[in-house]
Structures are given as structure tokens and as C-alpha cells.
């Protein structure tokens, strides 16, 4: 833990100040997490508003207080008038302000002191404090040395509840390697705080409609492997989304099976969005197999060595072939 940005840290907040909590777009269960975690902790001495670039998934409105946050598609006249005002932005769970989607050019304006809490690679240079460190599980655990380091007497089970989920998250049930010792001591103790590991877990994976069990019968249907490589692919057509009711969120684990395949080290899921006039992209590995670098150098992505994320704006067919074309190429390459 940096006791420079600690110092810093204290210092911003040392008076009452208008604080802005802002998640990545389509924010997930860390983005979520640590922002409902810092909402918890600076409500009672700051002015909090958590700001969401669009909507969540309903499968995260079981965290504590997410019905308090702002949705920039919603209230787009409320979301301006308090960036107006607003003394303190937090970007957490990201580290480029285009991931921040529509946020982004109101941060970039904005007078307010910027603070990142991140744990992505190669961070953008748009915030005054920054806590940026890619060898952490999460953004949530990153977001629990903070408020630890700031008062640990302030921690309570709202506060566990919302890290210990985005930890949970990010790291796989504990199963991702960026997990070790010291996050399965972070989560230990917040279990020690009342954390329900059994009902986060169903509320994280349980917890779905029947139309998503029959979109993933599709995703599995439709995955094909890669000849002579040990890649698996598989493509969601917005057709296939409209015919069983697609909600944000419900893809959300599907490129994972592509990996419980014998001998496939990346998976991959493109899923078409019309609306947007693009595909989402989806990359997951292991081993040695980096997709951070393969979705960058391709795809205009990036995230981590093992799970990150791209876009295409060619059509579906279009976006199959490339993505055939540079798999070879970079497997070659490399």
C-alpha cells in the first residue's frame, strides 16, 4: 500500500467535500463492489453519489444501497448538475476514460481532483492520485486496503458484503491466479464481519431466469474450435438474444466453457449489438496464452493477461473471419 497516496488520500477528504463514484460502463461485480464499499464508508462525513455510465445487471441489485445509484441514461440533467459541483471523482475499476463510455468527456472536464483505483495494465495519465497496481485480484481488494488503511473501524457488513463480492467475482470463486495468500486473508475477514458466503454465491450464480439457461444451450450449440490451434470460439446473433429475452448481464460466464475443453487454452465470445452498430468481444485464457495483448493489438481492447475484452465493427460473418485471419497470425508470431 502506497502511504504517499494514503497521505494524499486523507488530506482530499480531510473536509466535507462532493464525491462522484464512477464505475466502468456496464459495470460488473468489482466496479459495482468497490464503488458501493466507498459509498458505505464516506456517506456520513461527504456528499456520495455513485454514477453509473448505463444500466447493471439485476442479478447485482442484491448489494447493499445499489438502488442509490444514478444512471447517466436515466438522469442525464441530475448526473450533470452534480459533476458541476462535485469537489472529488473516484474512476474505479478502470484506468482509460473511454471505458468511462459517455462519463468520460464530463471526468475530462471536470475541475474536480481525480483519484483511480485500479488494477488494470497500463493506466492512462488523466488522474491527480493514482493506486494502480495489476498484480491485485480486483479493484474490491485494492478498495479494502484503502478504506483499512483510512479507518478500519469504519468497515462494516455492508462494506464487507460489497468487497467480498467483488472479490468473489473477479477472481473466480478464489480459483484465478491473481488470487493468493493475502486475498483469501482479505476475504476471511470480511467473512469475519457476518459476510454470507453461501448467499452471495447464490445470488451471483443462482440467481438467473429460464430464458438464460436456453441462451446458453445456444452459446454452447454454437462454439467451434479453431483447426490445428487450441482455441474455441463461439458467437451470440442478436437474434439469438431477442429469441430468449437477452438482459444485460446474461452472457456474463458464458466464454468460460470454452475453457473446461481438454487442451483449449483461450476461448473466445462474440456477441452482436446492432443498437451499437458492433460486436463485444470477450477473451478468456490460460496458461501463457496473454489475450490482454492479442485483444489490443486486434481488437482495440485490452484487460488482463487472462481475461479481457475487444470490439469489432465489422459485421458478424466479417468479424469471424478476421478473428480466424489474427489468431493464427499472433499464435504464429508468438
Not at 482530499?12 to 468497490?34: C, F, Q, Y
Not at 475499476?93 to 471536470?110: C, E, P, T, V
Not at 454454437?222 to 437477452?246: A, H, M, R
Amino acid at each position: 500500500m502506497d502511504k504517499k497516496f494514503i497521505k494524499d488520500l486523507k488530506d482530499t477528504l480531510s473536509i466535507k467535500k462532493n464525491v462522484l463514484l464512477i464505475p466502468h460502463s456496464s459495470p460488473d461485480a468489482d466496479a459495482l463492489g468497490s464503488c458501493l464499499a466507498l459509498y458505505h464508508f464516506l456517506r456520513n462525513d461527504h456528499e456520495v453519489h455513485i454514477i453509473s455510465p448505463n444500466e447493471f445487471t439485476e442479478i447485482l441489485k442484491f448489494l447493499p444501497s445499489s438502488e442509490d445509484i444514478i444512471i447517466y441514461d436515466e438522469e442525464k440533467d441530475k448526473t450533470h448538475e452534480l459533476f458541476q459541483i462535485a469537489n472529488v471523482i473516484f474512476t474505479l475499476d478502470f484506468n482509460s476514460l473511454s471505458r468511462a463510455k459517455n462519463l468520460s468527456h464530463l471526468i475530462a472536464k471536470s475541475s474536480a481532483r481525480k483519484i483511480m483505483i485500479d488494477h488494470h495494465q497500463n493506466p492512462e495519465n488523466y488522474c491527480d492520485l493514482k493506486y494502480s497496481d495489476p498484480k491485485m485480484s480486483s479493484t474490491s481488494e485494492m478498495v479494502y486496503d484503502v478504506i483499512n488503511s483510512l479507518n478500519s473501524n469504519k468497515i462494516n457488513l455492508n462494506i464487507a458484503y460489497c468487497l467480498y463480492t467483488g472479490i468473489v467475482a473477479d477472481t473466480g470463486s478464489f480459483r484465478f491466479p491473481s488470487t493468493t495468500s493475502k486475498t483469501l486473508l482479505v476475504g476471511s475477514k470480511l467473512v469475519n464481519y457476518g459476510v454470507n458466503v453461501t448467499e452471495v454465491f447464490e445470488k451471483l450464480h443462482n440467481n438467473f431466469q429460464f430464458s438464460r439457461l436456453k441462451l446458453l444451450g445456444i452459446t454452447l450449440n454454437n462454439f467451434k474450435k479453431v483447426d490445428g490451434l487450441p482455441v474455441i470460439y463461439t458467437c451470440l446473433s442478436e437474434e439469438d438474444q431477442n429469441k430468449y429475452n437477452f438482459k444485460k448481464g446474461d452472457s456474463e460466464g458464458f466464454v468460460n466453457f470454452g475453457l473446461t475443453v481438454y487442451g483449449i487454452v483461450c476461448s473466445v465470445i462474440f456477441i452482436e449489438n446492432k443498437e451499437d452498430g458492433l460486436i463485444k468481444i470477450s477473451f478468456r485464457s490460460k496458461g501463457d496464452f496473454k489475450v490482454n495483448i492479442f485483444a489490443s493489438k486486434y481488437f482495440n481492447g485490452g484487460g488482463h493477461e487472462h481475461a479481457a475484452g475487444g470490439i469489432s465493427k465489422l459485421n458478424l460473418n466479417d468479424t469471424e473471419a478476421k478473428f480466424l485471419n489474427d489468431i493464427k497470425k499472433f499464435i504464429n508470431e508468438n
